[in-house]
């Protein structure tokens, strides 16, 4: 099992400019979050989803957009890349959509917004 | 809402030392509490969990015990390996499957 797969590593961007941060898993996880970790603040959400066609907001959703079309993915829009952005992103799975279940983790994007 | 506060370090400590990073929360009820692990370069995984008071979750050498009385989950370790180096979050969740995550505690053992 490839378990939750996150593309790309490493993404440079310039402020203002769009990109997409792709979330996979192969496991048919109800639910699907992003999170983001910056320094000395642990992991924050962004957004979540319990399932296909349902997507929620987090701790700091702005300035991001999800969608979920199908259970296996759950890719995560920036807009208009600001510099407060750069970070590192998470994507998480799960199969219970009502809590008590661990996490599953992707590698992480670092994402640097000059 | 919920919330969870650890300390920081960095911690370094000599292989074979005793290890604890504590752990404290603040939470509507009784949670299930969490430590994750986060190794270079990879993402977070779990380490063990502890599902009610007085519990004692293990893995691989590690221990913590929900403590009720206290709000305390503190993780410990009688002797840490080089291979123990690693960024530990301690967690508790905040309705359905979504987390508060503490600031993570980097964890460095020299040989």
């Known amino acids: 099992n490839a378990g939750v797969t996150q593309t790309p590593k490493f993404q440079v961007l310039k402020t203002g400019q769009s990109m997409t941060l792709q979330c996979a898993q192969d496991m048919n996880h109800e639910y699907m979050s992003w999170y983001r970790q910056d320094p000395g603040m642990g992991l924050r959400l962004i957004h979540y989803?319990?399932?296909?066609?349902?997507?929620d907001q987090g701790e700091v959703p702005n300035g991001y957009n999800v969608s979920r079309s199908t259970t296996e993915d759950f890719p995560l829009r920036l807009l208009s890349a600001a510099p407060s952005q750069t970070s590192v992103y998470f994507c998480a799975s799960s199969y219970s959509r009502t809590g008590g279940g661990k996490l599953f983790f992707g590698s992480g994007t670092q994402l640097s917004v000059l | 809402g919920n919330s969870v506060t650890q300390m920081e370090g960095p911690v370094t400590l000599s292989e074979e030392a005793f290890l604890t990073i504590n752990c404290t929360y603040t939470?509507?009820?009784?949670?299930?509490l969490f430590w994750y692990v986060q190794y270079p370069g990879e993402g977070l995984q779990l380490l063990l969990k502890?599902?009610?008071?007085?519990d004692k979750g293990s893995n691989k050498g590690f221990e913590a015990t929900y403590r009720k009385e206290t709000t305390s989950f503190h993780l410990e370790k009688g002797s840490v390996q080089v291979s123990d180096s690693a960024v530990y979050f301690c967690a508790l969740p905040e309705g359905g499957q979504n987390f508060v995550f503490g600031p993570g505690t980097r964890l460095s053992v020299l040989p």
């Open positions: 502890a599902t009610k008071a007085d």
């Open positions: 989803s319990v399932g296909a066609g349902i997507t």
């Open positions: 939470a509507t009820g009784y949670p299930s």
